[in-house]
């Protein structure tokens, strides 16, 4: 559970950088470092950090341990591309980066179809069986949010 918080608490620790996970990793294992980790964990921890991105290379892990982390860390992020992403995750990214409404929408299908092809990249058993529906409800919501977007802000599109 403790290398599980670890890496869900630092995986976007460079979420500004280029290459987010591979960055957010090398980081990650020198914050790690200054604390009571093996250096097995502190390799466990990083090789799940630098896989969590979709439609990369996934390195192998050392330990069945941490190939079992590297899936949770993966599943866990992906998870938030359903119902969450539409009620808090894109308003909260939208609000941060002051996009207007007008640049949102024209950006919204591509977005949409990225999350269409994450819905196969689970990598554990529940995240396989879980992922798909999940992000089916939050396409759901979102078609619909489009939708009204569309109708009831179409003066500023």
């Not at 969450?84 to 299908?109: C, G, L, Q, R």
């Not at 058993?125 to 409800?137: C, N, V």
Request: charged residues 25%.
């Amino acid at each position: 559970m403790r290398l599980a918080q670890c890496a869900g608490l630092l995986h976007d620790i460079k979420r500004k950088h280029k290459d987010h996970a591979k960055e957010g990793a090398v980081f990650s294992g020198k914050v790690l470092a200054q604390y009571s980790f093996s250096d097995k964990d502190i390799s466990d921890i990083c090789m799940a950090i630098e896989n969590h991105e979709a439609f990369g290379k996934i390195k192998l892990c050392k330990t069945p341990a941490g190939e079992l982390l590297s899936a949770c860390l993966y599943d866990a992020d992906k998870f938030r591309w359903g119902t969450e992403n539409f009620t808090h995750t894109v308003w909260a990214m939208v609000s941060y980066a002051n996009i207007p409404i007008n640049k949102f929408m024209d950006f919204y299908p591509k977005g949409i179809s990225f999350l269409q092809k994450i819905k196969e990249t689970f990598r554990t058993p529940t995240g396989r069986k879980y992922g798909p529906q999940f992000i089916d409800l939050g396409l759901c919501i979102g078609e619909d949010i489009y939708q009204f977007i569309k109708t009831e802000f179409a003066e500023y599109l």
